[in-house]
């Protein structure tokens, strides 16, 4: 297997070029929306060029255009693992995706059936079936967290579950702090109790391989612009339950789910983010000649995955030398396993909205606030308070970059006058 070789990988990303006041960005915001490479802007330009057209057409273009949509449902189906292409649903956004199906899914419900949410989420899969319960007489239950490690609470969740539970929305990863949930298991309690399942794997498609059939989910939802492609939504459906519900669409259109004329050029760089994907397995993830493209795609994800965990053992091993640093969410060595490469912090005696600031006017990207985990950040007592600063590593993120954060970390956190003169 070749050596992980991050510039390679980064001269492909046109964005990483980019230079604020004469120094190179550093962008640590991937949870919020990576960059893309350079093939994906291709793909989208080359979509306009030779296949704008709309739907079934008679004629060239329309063909062609029709052509990469097909690719792109089989392009998803093999990243995630699904049975057949027929299993994919495209839409604007995870979140948006969630709304329609919670419609369809809601309506196979009775009043007093119960569905079961949890703090770690972010609101994409806890509003939504919120909203679908107000409007049915549903009952929600929430699954609560372990607060020393910022963990599910699987008693939690047991004690929720009973023989009212129709559904049991969670995420396979928190996209706040980083944890990564046993999404398998708790797949394995729902079924046990009758429940369908629903995963959000928005936050763990870009770090983590995904095997829907795997971890027996009936639903499993993401964004492909979190995973170095263009702004769309994904939904995997198990066959059997999708051809059930009922479905809230024009009569015309071709889709059960898909309502309206698609993001057909969105769609065309979904394809090739999905083959950036398989092109990383290739070239360092040791993937066979021959190989399936599902194949490629999960050794390009077992290769990110292993450099990405090297990259936040040297963020950690920096964030720990920092006076006054409180760090959120998994910090055991041991268990990194159980985490993406995604910090949540705060610097005592500065608010998270400064530090970000502060780093910003250094040209070094980080998000802060809640990014939609509002139920956890106000579990954890930071809503009033600016939430956290998070900082999202990705695989085309480097050491020196890692470095360049830690020194501007340390002189923010020991220079509190400083960082609040470069905030105002």
């Known amino acids: 297997m070749t050596t992980f070789d991050v510039e390679a990988l980064r001269r492909r990303f046109p964005a990483l070029a980019i230079e604020d006041g004469g120094r190179p960005v550093a962008l640590f915001d991937g949870p919020g929306g990576t960059q893309v490479p350079e093939s994906v802007i291709a793909a989208i330009g080359d979509y306009y060029r030779t296949s704008n057209a709309n739907h079934d057409g008679p004629f060239l273009t329309s063909r062609r255009s029709d052509a990469a949509v097909e690719e792109a449902h089989q392009a998803m189906a093999d990243m995630l693992g699904a049975a057949s292409s027929d299993e994919i649903k495209f839409g604007a956004n995870m979140t948006s995706l969630t709304f329609h199906v919670s419609r369809s899914i809601g309506a196979t419900m009775a009043p007093g059936d119960e569905i079961v949410v949890t703090i770690l989420d972010h609101e994409g899969n806890v509003g939504p079936w919120k909203a679908i319960a107000a409007d049915r007489g549903l009952v929600v239950r929430t699954v609560d967290i372990r607060e020393s490690d910022v963990t599910l609470d699987l008693a939690s969740l047991d004690a929720v579950l009973g023989p009212r539970t129709k559904l049991v929305a969670v995420g396979w990863a928190s996209n706040a702090v980083g944890t990564i949930n046993p999404v398998a298991e708790i797949v394995r309690r729902a079924h046990a109790v009758g429940a369908w399942t629903y995963v959000d794997a928005v936050h ?41 519900l009922p479905a809230y669409k024009l009569v015309p259109a071709t889709d059960r789910f898909e309502t309206g004329t698609g993001n057909f050029e969105g769609l065309a760089g979904v394809t090739a983010a999905v083959e950036y994907l398989a092109e990383v397995g290739d070239a360092f993830g040791g993937a066979r000649k021959g190989a399936t493209r599902r194949e490629r795609v999960l050794a390009g994800m077992g290769a990110i995955r292993a450099y990405e965990l090297d990259l936040y053992r040297r963020l950690a091993d920096g964030l720990d030398t920092i006076p006054g640093m409180a760090i959120y969410g998994i910090t055991d060595r041991a268990r990194f396993d159980q985490r993406t490469p995604t910090a949540a912090l705060r610097v005592e005696g500065v608010a998270p909205r400064d530090v970000a600031k502060a780093l910003g006017a250094e040209g070094i990207a980080v998000w802060d606030g809640d990014f939609y985990a509002t139920g956890l950040i106000e579990r ?8 956290v600063v998070r900082i999202g590593l990705t695989h085309y993120n480097t050491a020196a970059e890692v470095d360049r954060l830690i020194e501007a970390l340390v002189r923010i956190a020991t220079s509190t006058p400083a960082a609040t003169a470069v905030a105002g």
């Open 204 to 244: 763990a498609a870009p770090h983590l391989p995904i095997d829907v059939r795997a971890i027996g989910t009936d639903f499993l939802a993401c964004s492909t612009y979190k995973f170095f492609g263009p702004h769309a939504g994904v939904l995997y459906g198990r066959a059997e339950i999708l051809d059930t």
């Open 380 to 387: 954890l007592g930071l809503a009033d308070s600016g939430g």
